[in-house]
């Protein structure tokens, strides 16, 4: 075992020492070290009932027949972040969380590791952190809340409060109203009940074989979570002693079957750049090319809120993850048969999985014959850029507007907040990308202002900050290169028409080459806007958002 290098050995007394007084008894130190990577918090909903699942996780190590050592990670809610200095440092959390985890595991020797997580960035950093270590770890997500109601109305985070200030402000409804829909809106803990980033990642990691069946659909509050908690414990163990680690499960193959999923169930756009550093965490080879190929052949066979009225709770009742993959495999497009950490083969759990077709449909008969996600082409975005194609109106996947360019989503949010925007306005918010941040923000407070007031269908929102999972409307974010890396989009002006074709996965400015040089020859070097702290280091050292925004 990895662990032997501190507990095996006469050189080794003084580590057997200090672990005696951590209380490992003698019998233990010939267990494996099985390291629980918790990121509980208080501070949010998703992660504020970790205690009890680490309780399960640490009762099914010891039954399993290893040592658990509980150790904590930094995690943060991009909706408590939103809309502030604070989103500045959700993305970065994430290589953060990854490389916490690293320097825990490999300064005290772990054999093997459980990852309980649930939250945006936090499940992507601790599967970099897994790639990175190449030990035996298994995901524990810690499940999403349940809907609220209010006035038999069914109520999500985003519907419930996002939309509802947009509302407000139109006078769509009243302050008495509002403050019901704030109460109402998150009725339990967990993460929030749409297809939004965590929701997303969880059914991702389930996907690719890293955590147990029906994990990411679980409620948090349900006891089958803490029946996989417990579950996942003990087969850490196993897999220590079988020594199965992450990259005997995700290869290039696993990931194109994430890519599947994730297209066919309108995940978050989040996701691509998520996928993309898994990948180069692992040192496999894939592109943002590989979403724009498989792009083209899947279709949408899951459509859940933000961009439908059903949630997470009627996805699990409808069968999970194990219900998708069983109608894409049915439906002979790709999907690989894979190795996962339960034991069974991806086909085995899918086989005899109970599927509801009123929700998840046939491949045959799709919610839409196009992926819920989308990767455009153009001189707006050379290099690329990310729509959430679910969350479009039909109508709208031909859109050609006029530009009104702010360089922080602040002056943007003033502007609808004052009534600026107006129908047939493309809203251009640059410098907000993983260095021009630095941090590349979510832009879910002015994408939920613009539905909330009736624009979510004449009014576009192109950035190259990111969008949440939560998002719905013409908004297409991830442009590369950034603005501040001297893309394109830093030379747009106003007034200059824009056209959106989501069919053939365009995205351009309609002004000549030779304009759009002529204006890059005015265009001020970028300076970054953080001189020290932990946003100085990031945004001189993170890579574009294709390329996973790595750093």
Known sequence: MKSDNIKKGIAHTPHRALLMAAGVSRKSLESPFIGIASSFTDLIPGHCGMRDLERQIEKGIHTGGGHAFIFGVPAICDGIAMGHNGMRYSLPSRDLIADCIETVAQGHQLDGLVLLT??????PGMLIAAMRLNIPSIIVTAGPMLEGESRCEKLTMIKGSFE??????SNQIDEQRLLELEEESCPT???????????TMACLAEAMGMSLPLCAT??????????IAFESGIQIVDLVKNDIKPLDIIDK???INAIICDLALGGSTNSVMHLLAFANAGGIDLKLNDFDLWGKKVHQILKLDPAANPTM????????????????????????????????????ISENAFVNKDLIKTYEKPVNTKPGLGILYGNIAPEGCVTKISGIDEGCYEFEGVAKCFDCEEDAMSALETDKIKDGDVIIIRYEGPKGGPGMREMLAPTSLLVGKGLGKTVALITDGRFSGGTRGICIGHVCPEAANGGNIALIKNGDKIKIDINKR???????DDVLNERRKLLKP????????YLSKYAKTVQDASHGAIV
């Open 118 to 123: 649930n939250c945006d960035k936090i499940t």
């Open 164 to 169: 509802a200030v947009g509302k407000f402000r």
């Open 189 to 199: 803990i967990g993460s929030c009940q749409g297809m939004y980033t965590a929701n």
């Open 218 to 227: 679980s409620s948090a509050v349900s006891s089958k979570k803490r029946r």
């Open 253 to 255: 193959e696993t990931l």
């Open 313 to 348: 709770t009627e996805f699990h009742n409808a069968g999970g993850v194990p219900a998708l993959m069983k109608n894409l495999i049915d439906a002979n497009i790709g999907i690989k048969d894979k190795k996962t950490v339960c034991g069974y083969s991806t086909f085995e």
């Open 506 to 512: 365009s995205i351009d400015v309609l002004v000549s």
């Open 526 to 533: 970028f300076e970054l806007k953080c001189k020290s702290g």
